[in-house]
């Protein structure tokens, strides 16, 4: 025995019999290793048989559920029921929540549950003296039960609302009161520590509701799409921002412009996103003819060495033309212009015969040839 | 890339973990969803897929896996359990059961084991207190004893007597104090007594801490160990599937063992080959292949670096913290994935997950996930698992999702909402859930189903649900999967030592997992590849069931139907589990040195001692053998084979009758088969009988193993000494090299730590410790299986040779030699005893 002396020391736990040296030092705490530590101690008190029983039966619920025996774990829930009469008053204390957690689960999927047995057993399980979920879970339910009833001060507790906030402004509008509409969704887009998806509801309801987003004033829609960008650069609303920026007067908002393009095309999911390629493709005519080479090189700088193979590689050139002729289209001309006339992709596309295509493909070569940034033109 | 348009309520709760040990209640429940997602459902319903599909289940073609591929050629040893570990007795007055790490016992077990080493470098620096030679010593001095009288008065000592011995530490009989001993005594006291176990000491409890704590959780295994290729199944490390742009002509592996990364190429026709090998001297604990751009990958380290990795450029490291990110956790483990973007990725310890940028500044980064209130996590909550889940296409989930999975729960976390999950479930594994596969959905429009393993060879599967804005959420109940010890039904009965043998294999840890959904047929066959710790691939195949019922009709059965095994199925068990048991028991690791007996033999010489039995004992002592009925001049007992007696005709008896009809009786023909089967095998039950004509039923049925195996030795003896014939060379001959060996690799690094901190000179620490540090590196990885094929092939001829039959041993030694298990069976004929605690930790 390595700490015996220590043992005899320290308090012996009264909760936890796996609190022994032989826990893991790191503070880990990992649910199998009483099992580990029973299989070999054999002295010290055993659990009592009322304890066993009950814990056997709670796992065989569990199994039962995890089989989708419903009926049998509803059998073994009626026994389990008993805890309830634990002389353990941490158990005691504990049981109506798992009573509950699995009791509702039983019931959801039982195929002879209805909502009346819901009900019932929910009534039961509330008439129960030691009813009482822990303390985090409690205050959650509080939290959540006493506020829904008032929306405006549940949207200030830090959290996620989005449904609760959404169907807020849904009835302030429906009342006419759009400033407050307004007001309610800048306060969560900017109020507590997570402001992501508050954001983006509240462009999204922006757009909804207002529906002439590109005509306000630029200098506010600016600003959220601003954030919006910094922290979800792959947001599918970027592409708003980008004709927001291209529609503007300042130069700088026509950088940034191109910027957001090619920051929504670094992302798996937007890779064959066929509008943010055409934009892409007639930014670039427009921005090389309007002789800002640079900003086009700065961007691809950064890029060059990884989206070679990750967008025009000869798998993605066969894939694509096969996939979407549309879409394999607008990046040959885009792989033309970044890497030249020589690249794999521009060349597999290029050569492809088809009818349709047959006079958009004679323009592409001859603007890749033109503005290409490999080969500027004269 | 939609963006989830309405995440559900959460409580954002910032900090450090729940000061409560009860898991957050509020993520468990599947109508959640259904109450406070009121969009979700006409969502889904627009379609025309019902989501959340109550009976989406898979069936089970047999109640368990079965054995894909023979068993390996190598005996497996399932290693270390909490029995060899810890100490049994607790105090009396503990309310609850306790135990602590059994410290002593490994102690003592040591420096019996490996005395030789413990005290090796002892003997050197009080050299000139001996006298090697020479009867008498010239010198006056006290200080320098004889060595071969010390000898001669300890001769007839067997210390190891007293190690089985149950009375404990009592004392030798014959023991009594010569002059020279109690000097010796005197002289090495105050050495021998604290020096030896001050170094050793420290070193044997934190390698046992080790031991267990990787006994509880084995981290090494963290991400699985098997690949299905296309078109064939393969038992390589590291389960990668290349996709999207990955999927170029060549398809690409990442291999990992605990000092080497390789990147692999495989196709379709040929043996994957390796394309780059990359040394890790921190030791590497995970990889990833890149599934945006061919043939990159990342790389982590116990360092805490973590590098890209491409065969073109090289190694380029990103992110170098040897501190944990969350919080300070001593554990060394890393991980690292790719993420949506192909220049972002996460870095992964126990406390929590980050993003980093790789274009960005070096160390800035974005916490993904936090080991606390955020996620609702538990107080000594630890991530163990994390995995980029992403993966474009139709029909699929969000690319940017990222599985992360602790002892409790499993978490789906959208990298663009960090922090607060967008799912959560407590998975409720019995073992460290390390092996998770995210399939394609069976059909178009269906749940994507993922596979979650835990190590102890536990399996379930969830549906995730999930396109376009709709968060991803749970689609039906999880469903638990039968795991490999579900087989043991398959398997026809056997005697108790191979039930246990067969039991264990069965029940070895799973360290890989590969699933692939097979939608060609009309129902969706779902085919599972399971790989354990003992090299055993395993396979079943379930199909999927959608129940057709609407949930306001309630069948007239909801019990889910049971399989059962049919004849092919069992045939298949059968016949790997004779493969299994024709593979030879693993050899000793150990045996106890042992002192020459041939002095002792020639005293008894002079003595003539008449009777066949004290002729018989001389005889195989002379012979280094073990004494045999047949040398006591017994004659073997003809037994009839047991069957149901005729007796009076009580219930009893016919159901014991009925019994006997079934597996028994099965089991008795196949006995009576392998021992008087056609062919063969009769003559070599002929030619052993001739060999040993004492052979009673109960050795005959022991012998089940060695059937057809080749015959180890020209000298047949007891069956049950055979397959582990004795090591018997006396330890003082033994080299470093040999026990190096013989030694348990388990040990071998204590054993190290220990030389390299003794003052040896001379030249033997460094080859000692080089041979010790490669067999130890190459028995790190976790390619087992191959290491122990190697290192068998490598092993000294006195394994399983005539050579260690003819070297000197007495009967004790050999005994001894004979692992305490095999013989307690013998002895006792039954009962599926648990092994001893081996001589080791």
Known sequence: ???????????????????????????????????????????????????QTTSACLSFIQEALLKHQWQRAAEYMHSYLQILEDSDSNKRQAAPEIIWKLGSEILYYHPKSSVETFNTFHSVLCYEDDYAYSTASQNMFKHSWKTSVNFSALVQTPGVWDPFVKSYVEMLEFYGD????????????????????????????????????????????????????????????????????????????????????????????????????????????????????????????????WWPGFHFSSFWAKSDWKEDKALAYEKAFVAGILLGKGCRYFRYISKQDHQDLRKKFKRMKKLVKKHSIVNPGP | MDFPSCLRPTLFMTGPLGLSDVPDTSFMCSWRDALTLPESLPQSSKNGVPHLAKGLLWEPDTPGPLPLLPPGPDPWDPGLTAQDLLFRGAPKFRRQPQAVLDVTEQFSRFLWDHGDIAFASLGKLMLENFKLEGARSYSK??????????????????????????????????????????????LGDPILGKSVSNLLGELLYEELAMRWEQLLLDDAFTGGALAWLPGRTSRIRQLVYPAGGALDKLSLLAVRSDYHCALWKVSRQGRPAPLQVLKVEKGATGINLSPHLPGELVVCSRSG??????????????????????????????????????????????????????????????????????????????????????????????????????????????????????????????????????LPPPRPGCARPLLLGGQGGQLQLLHITGEGASTPR??????????????????????????????????????????????????????????????????????????????????????????????????????WLKALLEVPPAPPVWAAPTFS?????????????????????????????????????????????????????????????????????????????????????????????????????????????????????????????????????????????????????????????????????????????????????????????????????????????????????????????????????????????????????
């Open chain 2, 305 to 438: 670096a973590v590098c890209l990795w491409t065969p073109h450029d090289g190694l380029q490291q990103i992110y170098k913290d040897p501190e944990t990110l969350v919080f300070r956790d001593p554990s060394p483990w890393r991980w690292a994935d790719f993420t949506a973007h192909p220049r972002v990725l996460t870095v992964g310890d126990r406390t929590g997950v980050k993003i980093i940028d790789t274009q960005g500044p070096p160390g800035c980064g974005l916490l993904l996930f936090r080991v606390g209130a955020e996620a609702s996590c538990q107080k000594g909550e630890r991530v163990l698992l994390t995995q980029y889940l992403g993966e474009c296409g139709p029909d699929s989930l969000q690319p940017t999702l990222h599985l992360i999975c602790t002892q409790f729960s499993l978490y789906l976390m959208d990298e663009r909402l960090p922090l607060v999950p967008v799912l959560k479930w407590d998975h409720s594994l019995p073992s460290a859930p390390l092996l998770a596969q995210l």
């Open chain 2, 141 to 186: 001095k006290k200080t320098v004893v004889s060595v071969k009288r010390i000898l001669e008065d300890l001769g007839g000592h067997q210390p190891w007597g007293q190690v089985a011995s149950e009375k404990g530490w009592g004392g030798c009989p014959w023991a009594y104090f010569s002059h020279r001993q109690r000097r010796f005594s005197i």
């Open chain 1, 1 to 51: 025995m390595s700490d015996f002396s220590e043992d005899l020391l320290r308090p012996a736990p009264e909760d936890d019999p796996a609190e022994t040296s032989v826990r893991p030092r790191s503070g880990m705490r990992l649910p199998w290793l009483q099992k580990q530590v029973e299989s070999v101690a054999t002295r010290g008190k055993k659990e009592k048989d009322f304890a």
């Open chain 1, 178 to 305: 759009q400033d407050g509409a307004r007001e309610v969704l800048t306060n969560y887009a900017y109020d507590g520590e997570l402001n992501r998806e508050p954001h983006e509801l509240y462009l999204k309801s922006k757009l909804t509701f207002e529906k002439c987003l590109l005509n306000v004033q630029i200098s506010q829609d600016y600003f959220f799409f601003q954030i919006l960008y910094q922290i979800v650069p792959s947001h599918t609303l970027m592409l708003e921002f980008h004709r927001l920026l291209r529609k503007s007067d300042k130069e700088e908002h026509h950088k940034l412009g191109l910027e957001v393009l090619f920051g929504v095309l670094d992302f798996a999911g937007c890779t064959k996103n066929l509008t943010a390629w055409q934009y892409l493709a007639k930014y670039l005519r427009q921005i090389l003819m309007g002789s800002h080479l640079a900003w086009v090189q700065d961007e691809w700088n950064s890029r060059k060495n």
């Open chain 2, 474 to 575: 749970l689609a039906g109940p999880p469903q638990s999967l039968p795991s490999r010890s579900d087989s043991l039904s398959a398997f026809p009965l056997l005697e108790p030592r191979s039930q246990w043998q067969l039991q264990e294999r069965l029940q070895a840890p799973t360290i890989g997992l590969a699933a692939t959904i097979l939608s060609s047929s009309s129902t969706p066959v779902l085919s599972l590849f399971q790989l354990s710790a003992a090299g055993d691939v395993f396979h079943q195949r379930l199909h999927l069931r959608e129940d057709p019922r609407p949930p306001s009709d309630p069948g007239p059965d909801c019990h889910a139907p049971t399989a059962s095994w049919s004849p092919q199925a069992t045939a298949c068990c059968r016949r």
């Open chain 2, 597 to 841: 007996h041939r002095r002792l033999l020639s005293f008894k010489e002079q003595q003539k001692v008449e009777g066949k039995v004290p002729e018989g004992l001389r005889a195989a002592m002379a012979q280094g053998r073990l004494l045999q009925q047949r040398d006591l001049g017994l004659l073997p007992t003809a037994e009839p084979p047991p069957g149901p007696e005729p007796g009076p005709k009580d219930e009893l008896s016919e159901r014991l009758d009925a019994a006997w009809e079934g597996p028994m009786a099965a089991w008795w023909e196949q006995q009576q088969d392998r021992t008087s089967g056609p062919g063969r095998q009769p003559k070599r039950h002929k030619r052993r009988m001739q060999l040993s004509n004492t052979f009673s039923s109960l050795s005959g049925h022991l012998d089940l193993s060695g059937a057809t195996s080749p015959p180890h030795s020209p000298d047949w003896t007891s069956p049950v000494s055979r397959p582990r014939s004795p090591v018997t060379l006396p330890s003082q001959e033994l080299t470093q090299d040999l026990w190096a060996q013989g030694i348990p690799s388990e040990r071998q690094q204590t054993l190290r730590d220990y030389m390299a901190k003794l003052p040896l000179q001379g030249n033997t620490p460094e080859s000692a410790s080089a041979s010790l540090s490669q067999t130890s590196s190459t028995r790190a990885t976790p390619s087992r299986q191959r290491t122990l094929r190697d290192g068998t092939a490598e092993l000294p001829p006195h394994r399983d040779t005539p050579e260690g039959a003819t070297a000197p041993s007495s009967q004790t030694s050999s005994i001894w030699a004979t692992p305490s298990r095999q013989l307690v069976h013998v002895l006792s004929g039954s009962q599926p005893h648990r092994k001893k605690p081996r001589m080791g930790f």
